[in-house]
T-cell receptor
Framework: AQSVAQPEDQVNVAEGNPLTVKCTYS??????LFWYVQYPNRGLQFLLKYITGDNLVKGSYGFEAEFNKSQTSFHLKKPSALVSDSALYFCAVRDLHNFNKFYFGSGTKLNVKP | NAGVTQTPKFRVLKTGQSMTLLCAQDMNHEYMYWYRQDPGMGLRLIHY???????AKGEVPDGYNVSRLKKQNFLLGLESAAPSQTSVYFC????????????FGPGTRLTVT
């Protein structure tokens, strides 16, 4: 079975500091990985994806993610956090046997304090 | 473009009542999905559709039915609502030829008492 795990329910960081939101995956093959952000009372918005190629993926709003095959991780990062980055972040993986299905992690709440 | 829209935004039902949630997209996407979001559980796929007239079950399909009579619309039905169906429901769509990212609607908050 394919899945992703987000080990932290919440991450707290001070504005201006770097942030990392962790995601690990479990797939039998080369994964298709995604990060989404959800602001309060809104739907999810796509941030970035890894399909193949460069292990460092750049996305929207200054976010990037590093694909690490040996550690089966796809951590979301940003060099300098903003208060406006405070939101709920979801990691997701596409089902390799049924490309129409996606599996989401449980979400990590990011709190950026001024 | 409006993107993905959902109606209603909020609804309170009594146990045993029925209702239909409507999802509409104006991006001509082939694939559409219904998810439910519960605290600490992320999003779970209820049903999905790969095209007009076709639907398939996801992870948690029990108690729900869906229909896709038109390409732009994907309906989620609850025939006999239960308190366990209290959740926030999200619709999403994806074009067939894409990098696979999904486009989400704003959600419907459903409470079953």
């Amino acid at each position: 079975a394919q899945s992703v795990a987000q080990p932290e329910d919440q991450v707290n960081v001070a504005e201006g500091n770097p942030l990392t939101v962790k995601c690990t995956y479990s797939v039998s093959g080369n994964p298709y990985l995604f990060w989404y952000v959800q602001y309060p009372n809104r739907g999810l918005q796509f941030l970035l994806k890894y399909i193949t190629g460069d292990n460092l993926v750049k996305g929207s709003y200054g976010f990037e993610a590093e694909f690490n095959k040996s550690q089966t991780s796809f951590h979301l990062k940003k060099p300098s956090a903003l208060v406006s980055d405070s939101a709920l972040y979801f990691c997701a993986v596409r089902d390799l046997h049924n490309f129409n299905k996606f599996y989401f992690g449980s979400g990590t709440k990011l709190n950026v304090k001024p | 473009n409006a993107g993905v829209t959902q109606t209603p935004k909020f609804r309170v039902l009594k146990t045993g009542q029925s209702m239909t949630l409507l999802c509409a997209q104006d991006m001509n996407h082939e694939y559409m999905y219904w998810y439910r979001q519960d605290p600490g559980m992320g999003l779970r796929l209820i049903h999905y559709s790969v095209g007009e007239g076709t639907t398939a079950k996801g992870e948690v399909p029990d108690g729900y039915n869906v229909s896709r009579l038109k390409k732009q619309n994907f309906l989620l039905g609850l025939e006999s609502a239960a308190p366990s169906q209290t959740s926030v429901y999200f619709c999403a769509s994806t074009p067939r030829t894409s990098s696979y990212e999904q486009y989400f609607g704003p959600g419907t908050r459903l409470t079953v008492t």
